[in-house]
């Protein structure tokens, strides 16, 4: 099984970009799908978007299509989550997860997950 440890968040302004790097241990990482979770203060955890164990395949939340990218360099055992046009609503706690099975990198599917990592912060002023 893997270990997850995310970086990159921090305190930046609305409509400006910030890269989260998630870092597995363990030589297994190409067999694992990713997803990048998010949770706000009193809110649910909430699905971002997935990718699968190659590369080839992406899925997005609708609230940030068109801004976040999903990617994954399995040389560096490391999944990327670019996010660009930051709102005030983008803050949160953004958890790095991974899971032998993409389908179960959702929403509805999150208990099942079977790494998580312990979360990096992102605040948005607006």
């Known amino acids: 099984q893997v270990q997850l440890v995310e970086s990159g968040g921090g305190l930046v302004q609305a409509g400006d970009s910030l890269t989260l790097s998630c870092a597995a241990s363990?030589?297994?990482?190409?067999?694992?799908?990713m997803g990048w979770f998010r949770q706000a203060p009193g809110k649910e955890r909430e699905f971002v978007t997935r990718?699968?164990?190659?590369?080839?395949?992406?899925y997005y939340a609708d609230s940030v299509k068109g801004r976040f990218t999903i990617s994954r360099d399995n040389a560096k055992n490391t999944v990327y989550l670019q996010m660009n046009s930051l709102k005030a609503e983008d803050t949160a706690v953004y958890y790095c997860?991974?899971?032998?099975?993409?389908?179960?990198?959702?929403?509805?599917?999150?208990?099942?997950?079977?790494?998580w990592g312990q979360g990096t912060l992102v605040t948005v002023s607006s």
């Open positions: 997860a991974a899971d032998q099975t993409y389908s179960d990198l959702t929403q509805a599917r999150r208990r099942y997950i079977e790494v």
């Open positions: 363990g030589r297994t990482f190409s067999n694992y799908a």
């Open positions: 990718i699968t164990w190659s590369g080839g395949s992406s």
